[in-house]
């Protein structure tokens, strides 16, 4: 099915159906209760704050925030979307009890090759190591919605209604792939409606959507309540974009509903960037939604690189 029978598609279909209203409602409401970015818009991904989920949450308490964003489970190496309801529901007591919400849920969707094409390498490939990669592809795609049902399930359990996609791995002409990619997100995008969550795209310099330029025009082949936009600032300069004002500027404002900043940008680094001019400029979009710190400051420091970076978009939103 062609991108354009997509559009149709889900344009004929009302996503503001009783189930999408029930799971989006709260969550839209609260992201129109106030256009300043104060630090009831911050959020985190966990597991690069903390080491354990008690220490996330602990984190957060420390800077009076109301909002998590996930991905692995602190501490370890598994994935909040794979785990079983059991453990789902022990998560969610604990956040609850925190008073922590879940802004974002960081899933790793699509975030591999697509079969019968040639991602990008910086090295050659052995022929043993190529089987074996086109091998797990073929795996990963034909279990795609299978794990597409864990991360909806995931979202369900921790009332997030804002779910990662990727855009499989980059090849070295990703626009030619563009509708492609869009018919199988558009075909996540049809069970997301059935089940109250929404697909947000990452632009990712690894991926086929890289750049917020190749975010913008990708959107554009589904609609609007069928995908919106995770904007991680920092990620098209790998593929040569200045992330700000140039990246910004060429996105479709309303179909941003989450940002992320990497801690490189808020401390004294290369890629520091003006986020006290980004938030004004936000604000004046109007936008509502989360800002997620993604340290990304690896290594025996990363949690204490975290709080710096914290502490410095905490002084940025009291600057407003």
């Known amino acids: 099915m062609l991108p354009s029978t997509l559009n149709r598609r889900l344009n004929r279909r009302s996503f503001l159906t009783t189930g999408l209203a029930a799971g989006l409602g709260s969550a839209l409401a609260l992201r129109a209760a106030a256009a300043k970015i104060d630090r009831s818009h911050i959020s985190a991904i966990s597991d690069e704050i903390a080491k354990s989920p008690a220490e996330a949450i602990a ?188 990246g910004y500027d060429v996105l479709p404002k309303h179909r941003i509903l989450n940002v992320q900043i990497k801690g490189k940008t808020v401390l004294d680094y290369p890629d520091h960037l003006d986020w006290s001019a980004i938030f004004v400029q936000l604000q004046k979009d109007g936008y509502k939604g989360q800002l997620g710190l993604e340290t990304h400051i690896f290594g025996e420091g990363q949690v204490a690189c975290s709080h710096a970076s914290m502490r410095e978009i905490m002084r940025i939103t009291e600057t407003l």
């Open 59 to 246: 984190f957060a308490k420390r800077y009076g925030m109301q909002w998590l964003e996930l991905r692995d489970v602190p501490g370890s190496k598994k994935s909040y979307h794979t785990l079983e309801p059991e453990d789902l529901l022990v998560a969610r007591a604990e956040f609850k009890e925190a008073g922590i919400r879940i802004s974002f849920l960081n899933t790793p969707l699509l975030k591999f090759g697509l079969p019968g094409t040639e991602p990008l390498r910086r090295t050659p490939e052995k022929p043993e190591a190529r089987e074996k990669r086109i091998a797990k592809e073929q795996a990963q795609f034909d279990g795609r919605m299978e794990e597409f049902r864990k991360a909806i399930r995931c979202g369900h359990a921790l009332d997030c209604t804002l779910l990662r996609v990727f855009s499989f791995s980059r090849v070295a002409e990703p626009q030619k792939l563009f509708q492609r990619v869009a018919e199988h997100i558009g075909e996540m995008a049809m069970l997301a409606e059935k089940e109250g969550v929404k697909l947000l795209i990452e632009n990712e310099a690894s991926q086929n959507v890289g750049t917020s330029a190749e975010a913008a025009q990708f959107v554009k082949l589904l609609p609007e309540k069928a995908l919106a936009i995770n904007w991680d600032s920092l990620n098209g300069a790998a593929l040569g974009e200045k992330p700000y004002p140039d």
